[in-house]
């Protein structure tokens, strides 16, 4: 008698009731544990944390939570610092200081991206207040749904101890033990969405027959999710390029229903943002209005959608460039561009090394010129990239091959297993486990941004193949194991 097939044994054997939610309670007292020993166990921050950005700049986004919880009005702050934490407070404030009302500081609120305000609201529901707000619970309610929505996924497509072996590895790993739990950031938010996403789609990219209707709920339900994220940081939507490669991946539908369904998804990504940004934009000249009304400090500079492409990909080359002057750095990027932007654009601009210029929009000197604003800015910048790049196109080639290797050597917490992990991808493509090559390429656009503008101080801990490939090597060595103790029986 022929022995059963070892892979089909084991996910029958973990396709139970009791095995799924025994793992999704694991998976929930993990996060639980994790998240309140951070209030108690000190980490090393030189372990896998992103310091290649400021990221939500909490130090300043907290001075405007405190209107926002209380009143609504957005983006309001005060020059005030007696502030009495309630409703009533926040009332009183805007109508006996109204002089000291701000719409900006420094620069948080001129940036886009309005929805991250909201981040903060999980923790101040949890206290009733707005004084002294956090991230970490946000974070580790987006972690924790990451998480079980990754393995119900997984479940679902019959792979359950895959789902599991990979949730293992990601509670293990000291990037998120930090970004999630201690960290006052959102650089965890962009893998939270990635497996909100993942586990979302996973039936539509696995199973052989899928409910069409089904798939066009869960490809709304995470253009939606991934709308409101990008909101928040606008790095995340790189994860939409992950969904459209899951649907145009999948087995099971035909062209029809895969372009139906990049239609709806590209529909409910770009509506989603849409309205979000309208819903802030109202706020805004609301409080405006406000603000004109009390006397305070209204904000008539330049705004923008979210962060900038080309000024990054300028300051990312300094990665690995060591001859025109390229350097991580946002002074090095605004020295370069100022005089250019003066003679050229008649400009006047006045800069003394500063992350933003010595001109500004008030009289009072509370709101400076940011860069960011100035559109001209993108054009200098992105002329010398590209010009660099076709009159050296070698010097590209090697930084790019410089970060290739960076990504391959840091991505995960132990050194240069990145390289294990590529062998292990390049082994499935020769033994046609199209399941395991579907789940990596869709994992691929998470590291675009290591390749294509930055790769260093932390900046590849984003990717995420690495996690999923050494689960599929896992898995296989536990098949391999099983079907050799079959044979030996």
Same mark, same amino acid.
């Given at each position: 008698?022929?022995?059963?097939?070892?892979?089909?044994?084991?996910?029958?054997?973990?396709?139970?009731?009791?095995? &799924?939610?025994?793992?999704?309670?694991?998976?929930?007292?993990?996060?639980?544990?994790?998240?309140?020993?951070?209030?108690?166990?000190?980490?090393?921050?030189?372990?896998?944390?992103?310091?290649?950005?400021?990221?939500?700049?909490?130090?300043?986004?907290?001075?405007?939570?405190?209107?926002? &919880?209380?009143?609504?009005?957005?983006?309001?702050?005060?020059?005030?610092?007696?502030?009495?934490?309630?409703?009533?407070?926040?009332?009183?404030?805007?109508? %006996?200081?109204?002089?000291?009302?701000?719409?900006?500081?420094?620069?948080?609120?001129?940036?886009?991206?309005?929805?991250?305000?909201?981040?903060?609201?999980?923790?101040? !529901? *949890?206290?009733?207040?707005?004084?002294?707000?956090?991230?970490?619970?946000?974070?580790?309610?987006?972690?924790?749904?990451?998480?079980?929505?990754?393995?119900?996924?997984?479940?679902?497509?019959?792979?359950?101890?895959?789902?599991?072996? /990979?949730?293992?590895?990601?509670?293990?790993?000291?990037?998120?033990?930090?970004?999630?739990?201690?960290?006052?950031?959102?650089?965890?938010?962009?893998?939270?969405?990635?497996?909100?996403?993942?586990?979302?789609?996973?039936?539509?990219? /696995?199973?052989?027959?899928?409910?069409?209707?089904?798939?066009?709920?869960?490809? !709304?339900?995470?253009?939606?999710?991934?709308?409101?994220?990008?909101?928040?940081?606008?790095?995340?939507? #790189?994860?939409?390029?992950?969904?459209?490669?899951? #649907?145009?991946?999948?087995?099971?539908?035909?062209?029809?229903?895969?372009?139906?369904?990049?239609?709806?998804?590209?529909?409910?990504?770009?509506?989603?943002?849409?309205?979000?940004?309208?819903?802030?934009? !109202?706020?805004?000249?609301?409080?405006?209005?406000?603000?004109?009304?009390?006397?305070?400090?209204?904000?008539?500079?330049?705004?923008?959608?979210?962060?900038?492409?080309?000024?990054?990909?300028?300051?990312?080359?300094?990665?690995?460039?060591?001859?025109?002057?390229?350097?991580?750095?946002?002074?090095?990027?605004?020295? +370069?561009?100022?005089?250019?932007?003066?003679?050229?654009?008649? %400009?006047?601009?006045?800069?003394?090394?500063?992350?933003?210029?010595?001109?500004?929009?008030?009289?009072?000197?509370?709101?400076?010129?940011?860069?960011?604003? #100035?559109?001209?800015?993108?054009?200098? !910048?992105?002329?010398?990239?590209?010009?660099?790049?076709?009159?050296?196109?070698?010097?590209?080639?090697?930084?790019?091959?410089?970060?290739?290797?960076?990504?391959?050597?840091?991505?995960?917490?132990?050194?240069?297993?990145?390289?294990?992990?590529?062998?292990?991808?390049?082994?499935?493509?020769?033994?046609?486990?199209?399941?395991? *090559?579907?789940?990596?390429?869709?994992?691929?656009?998470?590291?675009?941004?290591?390749?294509?503008? +930055?790769?260093?101080?932390?900046?590849? &801990?984003?990717? %995420?193949?690495?996690?999923?490939?050494?689960?599929?090597?896992? +898995?296989?060595?536990?098949?391999?194991?099983?079907?050799?103790?079959?044979?030996?029986?």
């Amino acid at each position: 008698m022929s022995n059963p097939n070892p892979a089909s044994t084991i996910n029958q054997t973990f396709l139970t009731r009791k095995f &799924y939610r025994s793992v999704m309670i694991g998976i929930f007292l993990s996060v639980a544990i994790l998240y309140t020993l951070s209030f108690f166990v000190p980490f090393n921050s030189q372990l896998q944390t992103r310091k290649d950005a400021s990221g939500f700049e909490h130090h300043y986004a907290s001075k405007f939570f405190y209107f926002y &919880y209380y009143t609504g009005f957005f983006p309001l702050a005060t020059l005030d610092t007696q502030l009495n934490y309630s409703s009533l407070g926040a009332k009183n404030e805007i109508a %006996m200081h109204g002089k000291d009302l701000i719409m900006e500081y420094k620069h948080w609120s001129r940036l886009g991206e309005h929805a991250r305000i909201g981040c903060y609201m999980p923790d101040a !529901v *949890v206290k009733g207040t707005a004084q002294n707000p956090s991230l970490k619970l946000f974070n580790t309610l987006f972690f924790l749904l990451g998480l079980c929505l990754l393995f119900h996924g997984f479940y679902v497509s019959k792979h359950p101890l895959i789902g599991l072996i /990979l949730c293992s590895l990601i509670l293990l790993t000291p990037f998120f033990h930090y970004e999630v739990f201690r960290n006052e950031n959102i650089f965890a938010l962009q893998a939270s969405v990635f497996f909100i996403v993942m586990g979302l789609l996973l039936p539509t990219l /696995l199973n052989p027959a899928t409910y069409l209707g089904k798939s066009i709920l869960m490809v !709304v339900i995470a253009s939606l999710v991934l709308a409101f994220c990008s909101e928040i940081r606008n790095e995340i939507s #790189i994860v939409f390029a992950c969904l459209l490669i899951m #649907i145009l991946l999948s087995s099971s539908l035909g062209g029809i229903s895969k372009s139906m369904l990049l239609l709806v998804a590209i529909l409910f990504f770009a509506g989603g943002k849409k309205l979000i940004q309208r819903h802030f934009d !109202v706020k805004y000249e609301k409080t405006k209005q406000l603000v004109a009304s009390k006397g305070g400090h209204v904000y008539n500079g330049q705004k923008i959608a979210g962060h900038k492409l080309w000024h990054p990909i300028f300051c990312g080359l300094g990665d690995y460039d060591q001859q025109f002057g390229y350097a991580w750095n946002d002074t090095v990027a605004y020295a +370069y561009a100022v005089p250019i932007l003066n003679e050229r654009y008649q %400009m006047h601009l006045n800069y003394s090394g500063k992350l933003y210029t010595d001109n500004y929009y008030d009289s009072a000197h509370l709101y400076y010129i940011k860069f960011d604003e #100035i559109p001209q800015y993108e054009s200098v !910048v992105k002329e010398k990239v590209l010009n660099d790049i076709q009159h050296h196109p070698m010097w590209y080639l090697k930084i790019l091959g410089q970060r290739f290797l960076k990504i391959c050597s840091t991505t995960l917490p132990i050194p240069f297993m990145g390289f294990v992990a590529m062998l292990g991808f390049i082994f499935f493509i020769y033994q046609k486990k199209s399941s395991y *090559v579907k789940l990596i390429l869709v994992s691929l656009p998470l590291s675009a941004p290591s390749l294509l503008i +930055y790769s260093g101080k932390g900046a590849t &801990y984003n990717a %995420m193949f690495g996690y999923l490939i050494l689960a599929f090597l896992l +898995y296989e060595f536990i098949q391999f194991y099983t079907k050799k103790r079959s044979c030996n029986q």
